[in-house]
């Protein structure tokens, strides 16, 4: 859908007038890499709890995504297809829906017949990761519990199984 | 200005100032955005944005500006945001709302 992209004088004060406000600080988008992945617990859409936690020793993806957002739906059944295959090597996917509503999270979790995890996120949630402001976003977690990777935007996502792959091979700890 | 994606991207943090006017790309949000500009002059400048996803695949800004241009508001505009709203705005130090 085309939007004019011609700004009149009064738009470009107002813009600049905001940008004059005073800053507020926000986590970098990069301080995560390398740390401990932030704990949390959410219910999946049946009600049962999941712990970031409990998948210490695992190969963890976490994805944040949206109904509403297409790269996230072309994304989430490659990523039950690598669940399938790679659960067994210690992989488990976890996706968060940044979904206000959880309907249509479901209507869509039963389509594509996804069997992870799916919880709802939320600002709290978001602001943990360094605040999610995108979509959609991919967190790898290493087996010690340290982010390893975020992807933002439509992975590549073949060198992101090669990423998810690399990161089975390593040994437990 | 307007916001006109999730709710969960603007309680997490949005421009100072601006207003949460619901997904374009849903009903409910643009009837949202029709309340919100209902008092509103149609020679008023208005301010969308969203940043949820790239911009051409940003499936609220599109129907959140054709609605508000149905609706009379001839200096509607969208502010442009190329990737999304964490890279194109908070990451280049513009302000921004705490979340609360």
């Given at each position: 859908m085309k939007i004019p992209r011609r700004s009149s004088l009064p738009f470009r004060f107002a813009l600049y007038a905001c940008l004059l406000a005073p800053a507020t600080l926000y986590p970098a988008p990069h301080s995560l890499l390398h740390h401990p992945a932030p704990t949390f617990t959410r219910n999946d859409l049946s009600g049962k709890p999941v712990d970031l936690h409990a998948y210490r020793g695992q190969v963890v993806l976490l994805n944040f995504w949206a109904t509403w957002c297409g790269p996230c739906r072309l994304e989430l059944p490659r990523f039950a297809a690598w669940q399938t295959q790679y659960g067994p090597q210690g992989l488990q996917v976890i996706a968060v829906s940044m979904?206000?509503?959880?309907a249509p999270v479901r209507a869509l979790v039963r389509q594509l017949n996804l069997d992870f995890p799916v919880v709802m996120g939320d600002q709290p949630l978001g602001t943990l990761y360094g605040?999610?402001?995108?979509?959609?976003q991919t967190f790898l977690i290493g087996r010690d519990g340290t982010i390893r990777a975020r992807l933002k935007g439509e992975a590549d996502l073949d060198s992101l199984k090669n990423r998810v792959r690399r990161l089975l091979a390593e040994p437990r700890p | 200005m307007l916001q006109v994606g999730s709710r969960i991207f603007f309680s997490q943090a949005h421009i100072?100032?601006?207003?949460?006017?619901?997904?374009?790309?849903q009903p409910a949000g643009l009837q949202l955005l029709e309340s919100s500009v209902a008092?509103?002059?149609?020679?008023r400048l208005i301010v969308i944005y969203c940043g949820c996803c790239p911009w051409n695949r940003c499936p609220n800004v599109g129907p959140a500006y054709h609605r508000l241009r149905d609706l009379g508001f001839i200096h509607a505009k969208v502010l442009y945001l190329a990737n999304n709203f964490g890279d194109d705005w908070v990451a280049k130090g513009y302000p921004v709302e705490e979340p609360r």
């Open positions: 979904d206000d509503d959880s605040g999610v402001l995108g979509l959609p | 100072p100032g601006s207003i949460y006017a619901g997904p374009g790309s008092s509103s002059p149609k020679d």
